[in-house]
């Protein structure tokens, strides 16, 4: 159907080290587009981050898709 990667990053500002969270591997099955499966996993995801302490999430891929999720170019 759907699926959302979160995979765990290491970035290093200054002296300290943090967790960055990347976002990958998005797709859904053309069948199930358009039904939410997507946008519900992607908050899902961001929620997950926060929990596990997360400084940063990137993401990679379609830069509009993101937008509805306080993404933005940098």
Excluded at 33 to 50: A, F, H
Aim: with cysteine; net charge negative; proline share 3%.
């Amino acid at each position: 159907m759907t699926l959302v990667g979160i995979f765990p990053l290491t970035g290093v500002v200054g002296d300290a080290e943090i967790r960055i969270g990347g976002i990958g591997g998005v797709a859904t099955l053309p069948e199930f587009r358009g039904k939410g499966y997507m946008s519900n996993l992607m908050e899902c995801s961001i929620q997950k981050m926060t929990e596990d302490k997360y400084s940063i999430s990137i993401l990679w891929g379609d830069r509009q898709r993101y937008t509805n999720f306080g993404k933005e170019d940098c």
